[in-house]
């Protein structure tokens, strides 16, 4: 007793009078110029280095590290010195010391040279730092919070911890570069309300924010991503901050704004414009495969002709040095781009082929997805990448997982799954949410179809699983008790994945909840509904309601989407009049800074709706918007397999390929799937030779070959416009005709056309299933009398 009496005064004075002799070896230490001085440093006074000093010294090889460009750094070269083991040593034995800002700065940095390996420090910090938690302020709760999501912590219920610290000291914070760190690492964990609230929290901080700082809005649009909320105004917002801030973005940052601006449905012109010069500077300068490849995949899809000639035929030299993790974004990319140069996609394909077994089960459904869009054929690579997607299928037990291996096996050329599969699909299925339970279904299907093809008739277990996957998704809808959840599961979904009873079944829901739509999601609700193809006049008037009622509220920019279910079913409301004027005053103001395509794509939908505004009209036709507007558009997009034998057969009726033009653009820009013309004695009038070629799109009429039809007829002849409709061009629960056939109809008719338009229902029933009976339907249609 006597002698810890005598060493406790000792070690009290040794104690208080540290920070004096502290300074002198910081100092030192400040004066390093690499890591080696350091480390002589360390191995000189490891015996009396403080938690400040062992602190400092992670500062300072962290420090050198951040100078260094990606090609120099040495991380391998410090986490595998000796002395960086002694640092490590120490720090373990003084992390407890250590004040609070050390403690997570040093997790930070160990994280950073020991990667994602277990080490026994960083779970000692994270352990000590959770002791600490209640008391650590906004900004070092979100650096410890940086630190879990580097370990993919998202979940765990420390995460959860600092989620309601965040929640209940939310109404006191003002320091929104913190919180946006915050919002980005807890948006797992957070509910509908809380959402809202930091959503609200923003807004009202968001300009006590440097508009310089480019960082904060980023982690703003990223949060959004998360929880998938496309929130327009801080959308809006975040997007003036990168516009004003343009010249100082790097490929990383353009990049990943592009990402997430294309996850969001976020469009905008003036930063694909600014983004694309800029990165199209970039082309020459970047010749190192890490950084063209992020080029390549920033710049690809929004490219002009020769920028994409320029980047293809680049990396086709250096594909041979790409990474597994390269070869996948460059795959991406080229899917984007809806590339043909399979030269390029062989070389990428190659490099895939050999990193095949180091690929997660998502990068695989991402590889099986591009590759067959990009219609790429190798039986040795699509035998491997079946094999291991098999392999993979039976040894999963996570439904994710396992729904991403179901849905690239069902995209193989040549699908099968065994009664292995089978059953393990079936025990899965009551921990499944209806994203997977769909995406199974999906998967099904498509077996099913292919097997039906194929002529295979062992289709009764897959079947019977459809069965069973439509029994739980009805089962979940029906268990839904609010409307957060239901939302919740439905808006990462799209509208048209659900069989036709079970799209009953949610449509049913929505109208449970009908009441709860409001200007805060009615935007979203609407676009969702406008995807189902499915006509419920009561959510529709729900949505025309809502809009009249609180249009104060809700944000010009989100109209478009509310109108769309509306003109895309065919649909008029009671109030009709009033919703449609409500709407567009509420944009009269706001049409200038409309995209191009946006402004013309909400002049398109009104117009479905008979309703043409004059502001609208004023906006669109002049020359100033349709020089934006002729830099924003695409090409078109040619003819699908159904198109292409109708066209045939329609050669073989009206007598040969010169009497039948395939799209045909006509004045005012439709495009007509097929046109012929009769004489006054029903008698085919031959064309010139200005057919386009199978598959090929139509020109545009600003190219030098291009004959607009509108040319006269002789006495007596008519013109007649044949449109196949697919499944897309009615509801899905009634035949009603949606609003783009019925207006396209009607404005062919006005331009002097007689229309036959001819149902994918009619065109593929039992009645019309040989080519005969199709035939004697297309001589019928034509030559016939005009059935009204």
């Known amino acids: 007793m006597f002698r810890l009496r005598a060493v406790c005064p000792f070690s009290w004075r040794v104690f208080h009078s540290r920070p004096i002799g ?51 750094k040495n991380v391998e070269y410090v986490r595998d010195h000796p002395q960086f083991l002694t640092l490590h040593n120490l720090a373990m034995n003084k992390y407890k010391l250590m004040n609070d800002d050390t403690l997570v700065n040093v997790l930070y940095i160990t994280q950073q040279f020991v990667g994602e390996d277990f080490d026994p420090l960083v779970e000692a910090l994270v352990t000590e730092s959770w002791r600490r938690l209640e008391r650590f302020d906004i900004k070092l709760l979100s650096e410890f919070s940086s630190c879990l999501a580097e370990q993919h912590l998202y979940f765990s219920p420390l995460m959860g911890k600092i989620a309601d610290i965040v929640h209940r000291n939310l109404e006191t914070t003002q320091d929104l570069s913190s919180l946006s760190v915050l ?41 959004l991503r998360n929880v998938r909320y496309r ?50 500077e970039m082309i020459p300068l970047l010749n190192h495969p890490a950084s063209f490849v992020k080029l390549f995949v920033a710049l690809g899809p929004i490219a002009g002709p020769e920028e994409k000639k320029q980047l293809k035929s680049t990396m086709l030299l250096m594909a041979e040095e790409l990474t597994g993790e390269q070869a996948l974004a460059v795959l991406g990319a080229l899917e984007n781009m809806e590339s043909r140069n399979s030269h390029l996609i062989k070389r990428v394909a190659s490099v895939l082929y050999k990193h095949l077994d180091n690929y997660k089960p998502l990068e695989l459904l991402k590889i099986t997805q591009a590759l067959t869009f990009l219609h790429f054929q190798s039986k040795e690579f699509f035998v491997k990448l079946g094999e291991l997607l098999l392999s993979y299928l039976k040894i999963s037990f996570i ?133 189902t193809n499915y006509l419920s006049t009561l959510l529709l008037d729900r949505l025309a309601s809502v809009a009249v009622q609180q249009i104060e509220k809700i944000h010009p920019f989100t109209i478009f989407a509310i109108i769309l279910p509306f003109s895309v079913l065919n649909y008029d409301p009671p109030q009709r009049d009033e919703f449609l004027e409500t709407c567009m005053q509420h944009l009269k103001s706001y049409l200038g800074m409309f995209d191009p395509l946006m402004l013309v794509f909400l002049g398109f939908s009104l117009a479905t709706l008979e309703y043409f505004p004059e502001d609208l009209l004023k906006a669109i036709f002049n020359i100033k918007f349709l020089a934006r507007l002729d830099s924003q558009l695409e090409g078109i997009g040619g003819m699908n397999r159904t198109q292409q034998q109708i066209y045939k057969m329609l050669a073989e009726v009206l007598g040969g390929i010169n009497c039948v033009k395939a799209s045909v653009l006509t004045p005012y820009y439709h495009t007509v799937d097929f046109e012929c013309a009769l004489d006054k004695r029903k008698k085919p009038l031959p064309y010139g030779s200005h057919n386009i070629t199978l598959g090929q799109r139509p020109e545009m009429p600003w190219e030098s070959n291009t004959e607009i039809v509108g040319s006269r007829l002789p006495p007596g002849a008519e013109r007649i416009a044949l449109e196949f409709l697919d499944s897309k061009a009615f509801c899905r629960n009634i035949p009603h005709i949606k609003g783009k056939s019925a207006m396209k109809k009607r404005h062919l008719e006005i331009l002097g056309y007689r229309v036959i338009q001819i149902s994918q229902f009619e065109w593929n029933s039992m009645a019309l299933s040989t080519k005969d009976a199709r035939m004697d339907y297309l001589r019928e249609r034509i030559f016939g009398e005009v059935k009204s």
């Open 183 to 223: 919002m980005v690492n807890i948006s797992s964990l957070i509910s509908q309300h809380f959402q809202e609230q930091l959503v609200n929290k923003t807004e009202l901080l968001f300009d006590t924010m440097d508009s310089s700082e480019v960082d904060f809005a980023k982690r703003i649009v990223q949060f």
């Open 399 to 531: 439904p994710t997982e396992m729904s991403f291996l179901v849905c690239a096996i069902s995209m193989l050329p040549s699908p099968h799954l065994d009664e292995v599969g089978i059953s393990r699909i079936e025990a899965v299925l009551p921990q499944c949410d209806l994203n997977k339970l769909t995406s199974f279904s999906a998967s099904v299907l498509r077996w099913i179809q292919y097997d039906q093809l194929h002529l295979d008739s062992n289709t009764g277990k897959q079947l019977k699983l459809l069965q069973k996957l439509d029994h739980y998704s009805h089962q979940r809808l029906q268990h839904i008790n609010s409307f957060d959840l239901l939302w919740k599961e439905l808006k990462s979904l799209k509208g048209d994945v659900f069989s036709e009873s079970l799209i009953e079944e949610m449509i049913a829901a929505f109208q449970r909840f009908r009441d709860e739509i409001n200007y805060i999601n009615v935007a979203e609700i609407a676009y969702f509904i406008s995807k």
């Open 231 to 280: 929130y327009q105004p801080l959308l809006e917002r975040c997007n003036n901050v990168f516009l004003s801030n343009v010249d100082h973005l790097d490929l990383d940052s353009i990049s990943k704004i592009l990402s997430l601006h294309k996850f969001l449905q976020f469009n905008s012109f003036k930063f694909i414009m600014v983004a694309k010069k800029k990165l199209t």
């Open 22 to 72: 502290c300074e002198p070896l910081i100092i030192q230490m400040n004066k390093c110029t690499d890591e080696e001085q350091i480390f002589d440093f360390i191995e000189r006074n490891k015996a009396i280095l403080s938690e400040q000093q062992v602190g400092c010294a992670f500062n300072m090889l962290w420090k050198l590290q951040k100078q260094k460009t990606s090609l120099v």
